[in-house]
């Protein structure tokens, strides 16, 4: 496979995270304003999903601004999959706290935040092989 073919199976990789990161920011958004439903909590304390649903939703798009902008960057392709990691353990953590423990909204989440963090691991491999995944963004010559 040639390194051409390899840098434009990063960027691919790259847009993909970007997009996938954005969709879980925007349904995010959408459980903190009400606009979805995701349940409730089976604690005797509420949690404030408009507060958790916009701090969620910043995250993401932090996530995606960074996977954009420094997509070779060591600390933020780790950063990104720390992140990912633990969202992905803390909604299994937390299932036993809420009423139903897996719903629809939560499991598109996770599915956009897995496809995040497989990219980012890929990014991340590519990185260490030395392929260049930071090109311009319409695709053409450098």
């Given at each position: 496979?040639?390194?051409?073919?390899?840098?434009?199976?990063?960027?691919?990789?790259?847009?993909?995270?970007?997009?996938?990161?954005?969709?879980?920011?925007?349904?995010?958004?959408?459980?903190?304003?009400?606009?979805?439903?995701?349940?409730?909590?089976?604690?005797?304390?509420?949690?404030?999903?408009?507060?958790?649903?916009?701090?969620?939703?910043?995250?993401?798009?932090?996530?995606?601004?960074?996977?954009?902008?420094?997509?070779?960057?060591r600390s933020v392709l780790i950063g990104v999959a720390f992140l990912e990691l633990v969202a992905?353990?803390?909604?299994?953590?937390?299932?036993?706290?809420?009423?139903?423990?897996?719903?629809?909204?939560?499991?598109?989440?996770?599915?956009?935040?897995?496809?995040?963090?497989?990219?980012?691991?890929?990014?991340?491999?590519?990185?260490?092989?030395?392929?260049?995944?930071?090109?311009?963004?319409?695709?053409?010559?450098?």
């Amino acid at each position: 496979m040639s390194a051409s073919i390899l840098s434009a199976t990063a960027r691919t990789a790259r847009l993909v995270a970007v997009l996938a990161s954005l969709a879980a920011g925007a349904i995010y958004l959408f459980i903190g304003t009400g606009v979805v439903s995701v349940g409730r909590s089976t604690q005797d304390a509420t949690t404030d999903l408009f507060a958790f649903g916009v701090l969620m939703g910043v995250v993401s798009l932090a996530i995606a601004v960074g996977v954009w902008l420094l997509p070779a960057s060591r600390s933020v392709l780790i950063g990104v999959a720390f992140l990912e990691l633990v969202a992905l353990i803390g909604y299994v953590a937390a299932a036993g706290v809420r009423e139903p423990p897996f719903e629809l909204w939560g499991l598109a989440i996770k599915f956009f935040q897995t496809t995040v963090l497989i990219a980012t691991v890929y990014l991340f491999s590519e990185r260490d092989r030395g392929i260049s995944i930071a090109s311009d963004v319409t695709g053409g010559a450098a």
